[in-house]
């Protein structure tokens, strides 16, 4: 039946209500998320305003922040108007310039000039007037968009055939894509990024359909493993150190160390204690004025300085303020009619969702230390206008997402 252009389809409509065929296309902005943004904003400044009085840093970290929000909400805003779903089209060109950028600085690096050794590891460029720039932090956008349009043009391809040769099929592809970002950033090392890229994929193989026989055994294994891990490293120290440690890199062994015995290894482990003094020092409702330090306070550490200055209160306002943007995340994902947009948030919040539990995880002692920054809070340029380009995405997602008239229901 057509009324006024809209075709209507009665089939089975005693038991459903079945929508227009014609969306209706008002575009509205995600208010919501732009405030939490901004509240972002806000706290982020603060403290690392009061982070770089420890007498450890020079220079005004919090006013180039400030500069660094500026960048990312007008990136975010343009992010906005363009259309989520082009991304389809054009993920394989953005996948392959993250992928150049690994390459050059494999290439490049070290370099005193253009791609220096810090902290450890060769994972930033050195633009001129700039400063310093990770690939890894916009590879792992564009890894995401390219996993989705992976699984959109998978599931519709085999949308009456779906098996566990095809759930295989699916997870080849998905391997091929993300083996040679991996083997890249294990080179730089950057064993931190790896594990995240893990989160991503652990995100969309549960959003994307696949059996839960394989998710089972590629999740559950991996889980099985670290638990075993732990046990044995308590319980059979000789073993796990002739069997395991002595085969990893001497940064990565001293990380081990210092996250399951910081009270014997002292120095590997003096990051986690002093974060934990520190967090432990706030109490309540806080210990402002009374510093403890704290090593990169303004980046990797920035939960510490909250939780020592306004204590319990003050990191479980930030948690929250995490809660609300996952939340949002996930709402967009759902109400989205775009099977590509539901894989792009789910994506997404694999890739927050964990950098924000390991980032106060290590903070607590409860996790290694990886580097991670603390998504919106931490000081840096590349990571907050990466983040920012990313939630353009989500708040994309929601801006074009096609509304209809009746929804599909059921009685």
């Known amino acids: 039946m057509i ?19 014609n969306p209706m296309t008002e575009k509205q902005y995600d208010i919501n998320m732009l405030f939490v943004l901004f509240l972002f904003g806000v706290v982020s400044c603060f403290y690392i305003y009061f982070a770089q009085q420890m007498g450890q840093y020079e220079g005004s970290f919090h006013t180039s922040q400030m500069m660094f929000y500026v960048v990312g909400f007008v990136v975010a805003f343009s992010v906005i108007h363009f259309d989520f779903e082009y991304y389809i089209n054009i993920h394989w060109f953005l996948y392959g310039f993250g992928l150049f950028l690994l390459i050059l600085l494999d290439v490049i690096g070290p370099h005193e000039t253009f791609a220096p050794y810090q902290n450890g590891a060769v994972s930033w460029f050195q633009v001129p007037g700039i400063g310093s720039v990770q690939p890894s932090e916009i590879m ?22 779906r098996s566990l040769q ?43 359909g696949m059996s839960y026989k394989i998710l089972v055994v590629l999740i559950g294994g991996p889980l099985s493993a670290g638990l075993a891990f732990i046990f044995a490293f308590y ?49 309540l409702y806080g210990n402002y004025g ?28 930030v948690i929250t303020l995490y809660f609300i943007l996952l939340y949002q995340i996930l709402m967009t994902g759902l109400r989205c009619h775009n099977a590509f947009g539901k894989y792009l948030c789910a994506g997404l919040i694999g890739m927050f969702s964990f950098q924000v539990f390991q980032n106060i995880g290590m903070g607590l002692g409860l996790l290694p230390v990886t580097g991670f920054t603390l998504p919106l809070l931490s000081y840096g340029g590349s990571s907050l206008v990466a983040t920012m380009f990313a939630l353009g995405m989500v708040m994309s997602v929601r801006y074009h997402s096609k509304s209809y008239f009746f929804e599909q229901q059921k009685e």
């Open 3 to 21: 009324f006024k252009g809209y075709t209507i389809n009665y089939e089975n409509a005693g038991d459903e209500l079945v929508s227009f065929n």
């Open 140 to 161: 792992r956008i564009f890894l995401v968009l390219t996993l989705s349009a992976i699984i959109y043009r998978h599931n519709s391809r085999h949308r009456e055939d």
């Open 166 to 208: 095809t759930d295989f099929l699916l997870l080849g592809k998905m391997g091929l894509v993300t083996a040679p970002v991996i083997v890249l950033l294990e080179r730089q090392p950057d064993m931190g990024s790896v594990l995240l890229i893990a989160a991503i994929l652990i995100a969309l193989m549960i959003v994307s």
């Open 235 to 283: 319980q059979f120290p000789e073993l796990v150190e002739r069997f395991f440690l002595s085969n990893l890199r001497s940064y990565q062994v001293d990380r081990i160390n210092g996250w399951l015995n910081p009270f014997e290894y002292v120095d590997e482990g003096y990051q986690v204690l002093q974060a934990m003094t520190a967090i432990g020092s706030g109490q």
């Open 290 to 317: 009374t510093a403890v330090y704290i090593p990169e306070a303004h980046t990797d550490f920035i939960f510490a300085v909250i939780s020592s200055m306004h204590g319990f209160l003050g990191g479980a306002f």
